[in-house]
């Protein structure tokens, strides 16, 4: 148990991370002169599961998984969420706080501290009670979270998250293996004032999806917020061929565009692009501001994409 | 349901606490509360454990047993607001106590969703994402659309271990890696 906790801290103190404190640090040189000194191959070495109980299943419920609160400077709000245990036995779990952003393939990344955040991160003012807390099976528990908004905030959007993790009880079977937890997230959206959104299309293109077994084609949308605010956009991407025929008309996801920053929207196309032909890509988005905003271009197919070899 | 009627309850009660404590200067309420009030149930990984039986590095790669099941439901979701269900690993090597396995990288360890489906519910989408080797970066294995009237979904993923004659490993203490999933809906 002790381990593997340490496992799950040491991200935060290691010097090398991803490396637990006191490990060696070898360079790839040392674990080749090593290999040489010793026989080097990794025996068979599971037959752990065959040997112990089989592993239990790891579960968790959070409710609700997004807050959204308007505050003023100088004020705190609690509340509180409900964690609950799909385990099938007594299971620990241990809370984070968390910065995030959305990347540009549209996945959220989460991590203890994302400095080009710090301006919109409502993480320092996040506390959340308790931090670790034992669960038993099919249990539930309430945990509070407070936000303490600074007296010096400024009017804008800010967002942070908490997240829950199990940590891996000391009973679970060991071998040459992945042992398993899971974390889940709740997002915080923090309004100071009454910052107004604003934001517009920028950019509509045609791209070769990086998909190493199957070569596909993607239509890009590029929405920019200059604003103080997030906004979520609702609204169809069409793609249309020379003559006007419509070929495929595709949902924006409703990923969150953080403030002062372009955010990409993905549409991958199951309809075949040939390479020189001419396509018309019609976006109508909804950003939640007074007006539907529609932006139509003419792209031509650049070559197709070739299979990437796998490595 | 039930259980997300007791939430907006509390919640409720919560505001309605805060605003009679306006008057008092010490605890100002926010002028709205707006949980957005998805709420995930039951977001299981089964089994707890994954096994590689790597007896021949010339042998290539090996195959984790057994598959990993990924289940969860959604509650009071919207249509089209995004899921990711994400995988990483705690630390770059695989573990073992003091001797470690420090030869091995997570990264040799690649993860492959295999299928992502989703069943109840209305507007709810699941599909996977590309492949790829472990690392202590979360990188996203499936993702779609909460959808509305609470669907469920499993997504059932694979891990391969790519050996290789440098990777020492102990038999005893055995070398493990933790491997967390994420999922979330921001």
Partial sequence: MHVERELFSERAVSPQPGRPPGWPLPGRSGEVAAAAARPLFLLAIVILLAAQPAAAQLGLGLSPMRVELAMAPGTQYSGSLSLSSDSQGKVRVRAELLDFFIDESETPQFDRSYPQEAEFSCRPWLSVNPMETELGAGTQTLVRYTIRVPREA???????????????????????????????????YVIIGKP??????????????????????????????????????????????????????????????LPRRPQRFLFPLTV??????????????????????????????????TAVPAQ | MR???????????????????????????PAIVRPLATSIHSFAVSPGTVSFAASDPDLGTFAGSPATSVTWNLTGGNASTTWTLRVASSGSWFGGGSAGCGTVPAGAVTATCASATTSGGASATASCSAAGGLSTTYRTIASGNEGTSNPSFTV???????????????????????????????
């Fill in chain 1, 154 to 188: 400024t009017e804008r959007s800010f967002h942070c998250a908490a997240g829950f993790t199990t940590l891996p009880p000391a009973e679970q079977p060991r071998g040459m293996g992945l042992q398993t937890a899971v974390r889940i997230v709740a997002a915080f």
């Fill in chain 1, 196 to 257: 107004q959104a604003e934001g517009a299309i920028k950019e509509i293109k045609l791209e070769p999806a990086a998909d190493p077994k199957q070569p596909s084609w993607r239509a890009v949308v590029v929405i920019e917020n200059p604003s103080l605010m997030h906004m979520r956009p609702a609204g169809e991407l069409a793609v249309l061929d020379a003559s006007g025929k419509l070929l495929e008309s595709l949902k924006f996801n409703s990923v969150p565009i």
């Fill in chain 1, 272 to 305: 075949p692009v040939t390479a020189g032909a001419s396509y018309t890509l019609r976006a109508r988005v909804d950003l939640g501001l007074a007006e539907i905003q529609e932006a139509t271009v003419e792209v031509t197919a650049p070559p197709a994409p």
């Fill in chain 2, 3 to 29: 259980r997300c009627g007791c939430l907006l309850a509390v919640v409720m009660l919560a505001g309605a606490s805060l605003s009679e404590g306006q008057k008092a200067p010490r605890q100002p309420t």
């Fill in chain 2, 156 to 186: 059932t993923l694979s891990f391969a271990l790519l050996d290789s004659w440098s990777y020492v490993a102990n038999l005893s203490p055995p070398c493990t890696l933790n491997v967390s999933y994420s999922l979330n809906a921001p």
